[in-house]
């Protein structure tokens, strides 16, 4: 199956910084998503992102899919960014967008006043 | 819209019990999957349905663990004769028909096995 990788495990940073956080994934897809799961447990979609770049406020993220890898960009960051970022990935065929995902074991990213 | 629902939140069950997990899914979407998430690890797939079909439960376990998408009602996923290594989270996803959409998670049932 594939494999996905995601880089750093842990990031601390003060309020005001900003980051990239990184995911490798071993094989082609058809189907990336980037998730937030807040210090609640709860889980954000942030970007559903194959290919191309995309941004959503303070958040933008790139797919590099002939090379394999995608970015998470966070600028201005603040306390409530903090948690667990995932990378997920997916290889469905077709035009359905059915398919299991595959995520990373995640970012854990910590914001400090 | 709703988004997607799961009940319930919390669950406590006694060792050999029955644990039932409910997911309804967002207005529109055909596709639901189950994840668990064990302390401190990233999700990992269970299944994935679509009305009244299993689609892929390559990462179901072959024993106690079912799962079903009835043609009414919500998505259900079973366990029976409940252990310890059962207590995660799992959460259930559900996505649109079309290619384009990301998944929507709901906010996960906390099972722990006593």
């Known amino acids: 199956g594939i494999q996905v990788e995601q880089s750093p495990p842990d990031l601390i940073l003060q309020e005001g910084a900003n980051s990239t956080l990184r995911c490798n994934f071993s094989d082609s897809v058809n189907n990336l998503q980037w998730f937030h799961q807040n210090p609640w447990g709860q889980l954000i979609n942030l970007f559903y992102i194959p290919s191309g770049t995309k941004q959503n406020g303070r958040l933008s993220a790139t797919t590099v899919a002939t090379e394999r890898y995608s970015l998470l960009y966070i600028s201005s960051s603040q306390t409530t960014d903090s948690g667990v970022y995932f990378c997920?990935?997916?290889?469905?065929?077709?035009?359905?967008?059915?398919?299991?995902?595959?995520f990373g074991e995640g970012t854990q990213l910590t914001v400090n006043p | 819209n709703a988004g997607v629902m799961q009940n319930p939140r919390h669950l406590v069950r006694r060792r050999g019990q029955e644990a039932r997990l409910r997911c309804s899914p967002m207005k529109g979407h055909s596709h639901v999957y189950w994840y668990r998430q064990l302390p401190e690890e990233g999700l990992k797939f269970m299944v994935y349905?679509?009305?009244?079909?299993?689609?892929?439960e390559s990462g179901m376990p072959k024993e106690r663990f079912s799962a079903e998408f009835p043609k009414e009602g919500p998505s259900i996923l079973r366990i029976q004769q409940v252990v310890r290594g059962d207590s995660a989270a799992y959460f259930c996803?559900?996505?649109?028909?079309?290619?384009?959409?990301?998944?929507?998670f709901g906010s996960g049932t906390r099972l722990t096995v006593v």
């Open positions: 996803a559900s996505s649109p028909y079309r290619q384009g959409g990301g998944y929507t």
């Open positions: 997920a990935v997916g290889d469905g065929r077709g035009e359905t967008s059915g398919s299991r995902l595959t």
């Open positions: 349905l679509q009305k009244e079909n299993i689609i892929d």
